[in-house]
């Protein structure tokens, strides 16, 4: 069965600092991953995904996410974060057969001193 | 750019009572999605429907539980006798099957009292 493991329930960064939000996931084939975004009071927005191809995916708002296939991870990067990236971030996983059902990590709330 | 759209988005009810969480899919997508996410919880995959059918549904998925798309536009998810733990938001989701993505609505948070 797939699962999805996002170890840091909670990060504090500084505003204009790097960022990094470990997912690791459990599937026993190529996974489709996706990692989200949940503002307050949204839903739940796709920042990447990653089918195959380049392993290194760039997404919307300034952030990647590199999928290692040897440590089945999917971590999500952004160089610099800014005090609007404060939000809820979930990393997913899904069968690579289109049309399934999504499992999903945890979350990471991510919080931005000024 | 088009929007899965979920009413209400705050939902009080009494135990026992029948509710019916209201989602509009994106327009000429096929697939739909419920999920939910109890408070602190993991987002947990509840059903899938496609062709008038439901396709895949969890454990969580009882006879409490059933989906309609009544008309070409609206996707119901009906709780007939609400519990106390189904207190929780719950996402609508539908699918772009040319790009793979499933895109979500902004949820409606069901509280059970």
């Known amino acids: 069965a797939q699962s999805v493991t996002q170890p840091d329930i909670h990060i504090t960064v500084s505003e204009g600092a790097s960022l990094e939000l470990r997912c690791n996931y459990s599937y026993g084939a190529t996974p489709y991953l996706f990692w989200y975004v949940q503002s307050p009071g949204q839903g739940l927005q796709l920042l990447l995904k990653y089918f195959s191809g380049d392993t290194l995916v760039q997404g919307i708002k300034g952030f990647e996410a590199e999928f290692k296939r040897s440590q089945s991870s999917f971590n999500l990067r952004k160089p610099s974060v800014h005090w609007s990236d404060a939000a809820e971030y979930f990393c997913?996983?899904?069968?690579?057969?289109?049309?399934?059902?999504?499992?999903f990590g945890q979350g990471t709330r991510l919080t931005i001193n000024p | 750019e088009p929007e899965v759209t979920q009413t209400p988005s705050h939902q009080v009810t009494q135990m026992g009572q029948e509710v019916i969480l209201r989602c509009v899919p994106i327009?000429?997508?096929?697939?739909f999605y419920w999920y939910r996410q109890i408070l602190g919880q993991k987002v947990e995959f509840l059903v899938s429907f496609y062709n008038n059918e439901i396709s895949e549904k969890s454990e969580i998925f009882d006879d409490q539980f059933s989906v309609e798309r009544p008309d070409g536009s609206n996707f119901t998810l009906k709780i007939r006798s609400t519990k106390l733990e189904d207190s929780a938001m719950y996402f609508c989701a539908s699918f772009e099957r040319s790009k793979n993505i499933q895109y979500f609505g902004a949820g409606t948070r069901l509280s059970v009292l």
């Open positions: 997913a996983v899904g069968a690579n057969q289109g049309a399934q059902k999504l499992v």
């Open positions: 327009s000429n997508h096929l697939y």
